[in-house]
């Protein structure tokens, strides 16, 4: 069974520039979730998808970033423009829906450096 | 407001040997869950361990165990036999009501010395 796939892998930027990440989760999983890395740090949840309806985006900074899960399938996160303190790992992970399904599976996440 | 802490950035152990991994978390629900995850150089997040808060039977996973106390908000991994191979960042995290939301800790980086 293939697991959660996410591109680019790395990513470098100068500041200002947009940016995009893709994520493909897991065949069957409806939940999807970005989360936000900091170098030494846990992750922290951005976004999460049910389906393709965004049902919690409250730690997402609007300003500047947006995703999108139109087919309820992948899931795009843009940032736009991006700022130097935007330098992390962005993990995409998936799940069953359902109630206590807390059993994420993270893919390898991509390493953006904005300079 | 759920929090997860992990009180120990770095641990070290000798292969072979058994070390322990301590975490703290805090939440007001009474139905959650409890992770460890495993996330070795290579950055992929593994889930080593999952531990529903209902259970008093602790789990178990090969040589990997908790240690869960619910009145005291503790919840240890235990690491038997350490291998090499076990070297990585390991972050509790906390999952509770139907937000599917996980609160993850700082993390505490192992190193396996052979």
């Known amino acids: 069974e293939a697991g959660v796939v996410q591109s680019p892998r790395y990513k470098i930027i100068e500041k200002k520039q947009p940016v995009a990440f893709w994520c493909n989760p897991i065949?069957?999983?409806?939940?999807l979730y970005w989360y936000r890395q900091n170098l030494g740090q846990g992750p922290e949840l951005l976004i999460r998808?049910?389906?393709?309806?965004?049902?919690?985006d409250s730690q997402l900074p609007k300003d500047r970033f947006s995703a999108e899960r139109l087919k309820g399938v992948d899931s795009t996160l843009k940032i736009q423009p991006a700022e130097l303190g935007d330098s992390a790992v962005y993990l995409c992970a998936s799940s069953i829906s359902g109630a206590n399904s807390y059993e994420q599976y993270f893919g390898p996440g991509t390493r953006l450096t904005v300079t | 407001a759920q929090t997860v802490t992990q009180s120990q950035p770095e641990m070290s152990v000798q292969e072979a040997e058994t070390v322990t991994l301590s975490c703290t978390y805090d939440?007001?629900?009474?139905?959650?869950?409890l992770f460890w995850y495993k996330q070795p150089p290579s950055r992929q997040m593994i889930l080593v361990i999952r531990?529903?808060?209902?259970?008093?039977q602790n789990a178990t996973e090969n040589r990997f165990s908790v240690n869960f106390q619910k009145a005291a908000k503790s919840f240890s991994l235990k690491i038997s036999d350490s291998q090499l191979g076990d070297t990585a960042m390991y972050f509790c995290a906390s999952g509770s009501g139907n937000t599917g939301k996980l609160i993850f800790g700082q993390g505490t980086t192992l190193q396996v010395k052979p």
């Open positions: 939440t007001s629900e009474n139905n959650y869950y």
């Open positions: 998808y049910e389906n393709e309806e965004a049902v919690d």
């Open positions: 065949s069957g999983h409806n939940t």
């Open positions: 531990q529903e808060a209902y259970k008093q």
